[in-house]
């Protein structure tokens, strides 16, 4: 119980604090969101997936992302949909969401020619997300 508390406090305090410092070095809120938030909320995520790999159950790491970006999508989404009608900015039609179904066809790709994702590949998929972070960041024209 101990360790959700501090998962869950530790995400808060990286939400916050992370958001205050972009918003102070001008990063709108879109930028914030992609970055610093969604990492905030997927600490206790990662926190589970390493933890279940270093036990030696890293199928369960691969299954809570997936359950959980399902979950985010879908519920997440819809629930905020159906309480605020969402706008949806041109860049993220343009941008975010291309490169979202880009690394997601290649996630699929890589989990379905092996049933193991090497530490290279993993690698790539690390390096992917920072492509996408530098790509967010020149397209904010930052």
Do not use: W
Request: glycine residues 12%; charged residues 10%.
């Amino acid at each position: 119980m101990r360790t959700i508390l501090c998962s869950l406090a530790g995400s808060r305090g990286l939400i916050v604090g992370g958001q205050g410092v972009l918003h102070t070095l001008g990063f709108d809120d879109l930028f914030v969101g992609i970055t610093i938030i969604a990492f905030g909320t997927s600490m206790p995520e990662l926190a589970t997936s390493l933890v279940s790999a270093y036990r030696e159950g890293a199928a369960l790491s691969v299954e809570n992302v997936i359950g959980s970006n399902i979950y985010n999508i879908l519920a997440v989404i819809g629930l905020v949909a159906v309480l605020v009608p969402i706008r949806v900015s041109v860049s993220t039609k343009t941008i975010e969401l291309p490169l979202l179904v880009v690394f997601t066809v290649g996630a699929l790709v890589l989990l379905a020619a092996r049933e193991r994702v090497s530490r290279v590949e993993g690698a790539a998929l690390l390096s992917g997300y920072i492509g996408f972070i530098y790509v967010l960041a020149l397209s904010r024209g930052i």
